[in-house]
Nanobody, 119 residues
Framework: QVQLVESGGGLVQPGGSLRLSCAVS????????MGWYRQAPGKQREVVAA???????SYENSVKGRFSISRGNAKNTVVLQMNSLKPEDTAVYYC?????????????WGQGTQVTVSS
């Protein structure tokens, strides 16, 4: 069974930084893209940043220049470095990974980690 394990959320003051990590455990077929989503209270879940197996990255407009997504040193890990955090970044952040067995596409989700930006 494939699982995503997230870490690194917490409480930070505006302007501060946090680093989120996500690792895939179990036996996936072939993890390709990985990314981070977030969901604030009363809002829909939105993609924050994503990275392909080739290292191509994409970001939601409001986080460009502040957040950086990268592959971790270990296989099937991803890191989200969040700088210059704002109160509007407060949300539950979810890791997502896409898997492919040659026929079917699978999408896995982490349990979510709370990020709170407040003074």
């Amino acid at each position: 069974q494939v699982q995503l394990v997230e870490s690194g959320g917490g409480l930070v003051q505006p302007g501060g930084s946090l680093r989120l990590s996500c690792a895939v455990s179990g036996s996936p077929f072939n993890i390709n893209a990985m990314g981070w989503y977030r969901q604030a209270p009363g809002k829909q879940r939105e993609v924050v940043a994503a990275i392909t197996s080739d290292g191509d990255t994409s970001y939601e407009n409001s986080v460009k220049g502040r957040f950086s997504i990268s592959r971790g040193n270990a296989k099937n890990t991803v890191v989200l470095q969040m700088n210059s955090l704002k109160p509007e970044d407060t949300a539950v952040y979810y890791c997502n990974a896409g898997d492919y067995d040659g026929t079917r596409v699978y999408s896995y989700w982490g349990q979510g980690t709370q990020v709170t930006v407040s003074s």
